[in-house]
């Protein structure tokens, strides 16, 4: 199903299997138009079956990665980039070693750097200097979080360096062994990089997700839930899945 919501585009999908084809196909849709498209990714669980589709499509012959340029909107910081829980690790697993998108037109925040704070200026400059994010695409946390943007009392506009919320530690130690393996710091673009994306496509699968999918929607814009500042964006579209979407119809 297709409608709009407080001026935002929504699809909601009978399952993740559809949320999943969808969102490859509007990413497909992006390159065949523009090849030189710049993407911000995003990592997580949300995206794997999105990755799935991608490299099936490329597999087929039916999208060529060879021009795109792409941005990861977070990284723990610090972390081995070998260790295969780093975000290094996961988009060459699921996506970056399937695919023909050259190694060095792939940018993620790097997580050995000495210096992060000059980590995150260089890696927001690299951004600028490619005209920003043509398509960036967005999971959210179930605390409203999009990259690492964690809630808090202001709308962070820079690439910083950001304290995980307890909430997506005890969220994201379903990766590791226990709670305590999960780094306490990342990486993260700031609102900027976000708003200034052209286009923005926000996808959420699953029940733990539905309260801030309609906070994100209908809800107050405050940093509190950092995914309702889209509501000031004009090119939005959200995909959920009848889970994700439960409070919103
Ligand atoms: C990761 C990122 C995060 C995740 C969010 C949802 O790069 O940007 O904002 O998208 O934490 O994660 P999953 O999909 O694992 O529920």
């Known amino acids: 199903m297709e409608c709009f919501l407080n001026n935002t585009k929504v699809f909601i999908d009978e399952n993740y299997e559809e949320l999943s084809l969808r969102s490859a196909q509007i990413i497909k849709n992006q390159v065949d138009a523009v090849p030189g498209t710049v993407l911000g990714l995003a990592t997580g669980s949300t995206l794997i079956g999105t990755y799935d589709e ?44 399937h695919v023909n998108i050259l190694a060095e037109n792939t940018h993620i925040p790097d997580s050995e750097a000495a210096d992060y704070e000059a980590e995150c200026a260089a890696y927001e400059e690299k951004i600028t200097a490619h005209g920003g994010i043509d398509l960036q695409i967005l999971g959210i946390g179930n605390n409203g979080h999009i990259g690492f943007n964690e809630p808090g009392d202001a709308f962070i506009s820079q690439a910083h360096y950001v304290k995980l919320d307890e909430s997506t530690i005890k969220a994201n130690s379903r990766f590791f062994d226990n709670e305590n393996d999960v780094p306490k710091h990342a990486i993260t673009v700031g609102m900027r990089t976000i708003m200034t994306a052209k286009k923005i496509l926000l996808l959420a699968s699953g029940e733990k997700k539905a309260e801030a999918i309609f906070q994100t929607i209908h809800g107050a814009i405050t940093p509190r839930v950092p995914a309702s500042i889209l509501q000031l964006h004009p090119n939005v579209t959200i995909i959920a899945d009848k889970e994700a979407a439960r409070l919103l119809l």
């Open 54 to 97: 991608l490299v099936r499509l490329h597999k087929a012959g039916e999208v060529d990665f060879s021009k795109v340029v792409s941005f990861n909107l977070d990284e723990y910081f610090p972390i081995k980039k070998s260790d295969n829980q780093s975000y290094y690790y996961y988009m060459k697993k699921h996506l970056f070693n």
